[in-house]
């Protein structure tokens, strides 16, 4: 990496992950791991020290409805009135999580911040440091709970009456002192960047640090059933029957083949069977239900569709050859999102600036950025993870990788806040 205009404090970087690491601290035979569920004692102590860490940065905090905490920083010279470029991720983990997954964003973009403030650089537009609410799904939602309020796509009232255990999001926010007001709005900003650990093995194996995503993979989950007929397994001839498990049986194979025959094309295309209940799932009857839900991810939407249309032909043919009754619902239907242009762009010329590779990457999990860019430019920045592990005590990104990582989503995000406005492209749907 050649000399950056904002060299980052890979060391005070470091110091932030790891402290934030202390919060929830689970204890692990190897790697580091950390429980931290949105609105429990671990989050608050995460989110006090993220807000205190923003104050010591001169930052502006505030902390929306549904607890999204945002530090700006608005130097003098800059145009206050200026659409502002926001930075950031989420401090909350899955159980026994990694470290990185979440933190790396939020203290990249803060050091980010502190980086410009050490060169003396005076960008034209304000900066949002920003950590949404549980992006993790582990409580109140699915997941990408707060960026979604954010991106206006769910409303303040209906993500605070969400429960958990008997809980709702509002309480738990107001026990642990993070229920703000007003609503943080994704469309008010002129772009956003997310660096993000990758959580698979890609840039490892081509030995590359820094991965651009170009399109964050859309998610479809069906539900079905194929009925059979409960039959005694020893009186009921094999011509006689109707069982369900073994059509359900043929099924996940032909998911699994059009699955492989696409992804020999896209390269992006997985499809999973991951649930299947047999009943009465008893050895000496023969099945006479199976329920089961498909999750079908690819970059490009075309892709998806035919995926389902085979699973509703393959159900139909299954039903003609072997008698059953099927029924599928398309349940969840998330399509893909294709990153900016502009701060695509905007990081590979960090990259060329730095003389560090980056390569153009898809991201197969959803992330804060998937809701945010259906609001205004987003990026996204993959960070490697070693052996491709996360979720897990195991997930690890060495520190240099940190760093350099960060360099290059400092000088993007310099590149953003100097930028002129330009008009949304109507792709953001
Ligand atoms: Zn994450």
């Not at 107001?174 to 997310?194: C, P, S, V, Y």
Request: proline share 5%.
């Amino acid at each position: 990496m050649t000399g950056s205009r904002f060299p980052i404090d890979g060391d005070r970087l470091r110091r932030d992950i790891e402290d934030n690491a202390q919060f929830g601290a689970v204890p692990t035979d190897e790697g580091r791991g950390r429980t931290v569920l949105p609105g429990t004692k671990p989050n608050q102590r995460a989110r006090e020290h993220l807000v205190d860490r923003m104050i010591v940065a001169g930052l502006d905090v505030t902390v929306d409805a549904v607890g999204n905490v945002a530090g700006t920083w608005r130097p003098d010279g800059c145009d206050p009135s200026a659409a502002p470029v926001a930075v950031g991720s989420h401090l909350d983990s899955v159980p026994s999580g990694g470290i990185f997954d979440g933190p790396l964003g939020v203290y990249a973009g803060l050091e980010a911040v502190r980086a410009m403030q050490d060169a003396g650089t005076t960008p034209t537009r304000p900066i949002q440091v920003v950590s949404f609410t549980g992006e993790e799904g582990t409580r109140f939602s699915d997941g990408v709970l707060g960026s979604s309020v954010a991106a206006g796509l769910t409303e303040t009232e209906t993500a605070l009456e969400r429960t958990d255990d008997g809980e709702t999001l509002r309480d738990a926010l107001l026990e642990i002192g993070f229920q703000g007001e007003g609503r943080l709005d994704a469309g008010d900003w002129h772009a956003w960047l997310e660096l993000h650990v990758e959580q698979t093995d890609r840039l490892e194996e081509m030995g590359v640090t820094a991965g651009v995503v170009t399109t964050i993979a859309g998610t479809t989950r069906l539900h079905g059933t194929i009925e059979g007929e409960a039959d005694h397994t020893g009186t009921t001839s094999m011509a006689d029957r109707t069982d369900a498990l073994a059509a359900a049986s043929e099924f996940v194979l032909a998911v699994e083949q059009a699955a492989r025959t696409e992804a020999e094309r896209t390269d992006t295309t997985v499809a999973t069977v991951g649930e299947l209940s047999v009943d009465p799932g008893v050895v000496n009857v023969v099945p006479g239900e199976v329920e089961f839900s498909i999750d079908i991810r690819d970059v490009e939407k075309p892709v998806i569709d035919r995926l389902v249309t085979h699973a509703e032909e393959t159900l139909q043919a299954l039903e003609t050859d072997r008698g059953v009754e099927t029924t599928l619902d398309r349940s969840y239907d998330v399509p893909p999102v294709d990153m900016a242009p502009t701060c695509r762009t905007a990081l590979h010329e960090a990259g060329r600036s730095l003389d560090v590779e980056t390569v153009d990457v898809h991201s197969g999990a959803g992330h804060d950025t998937m809701q945010v860019a259906t609001a205004t430019d987003a990026g996204l920045l993959f960070a490697p993870s070693r052996g491709g592990h996360s979720h897990n005590p195991l997930e690890w990104t060495d520190w240099h990788d940190c760093a350099v990582t960060t360099s290059l989503l400092t000088e993007a995000l310099s590149t953003l806040a100097n930028s002129e406005d330009t008009a949304h492209p109507s792709q953001h749907s």
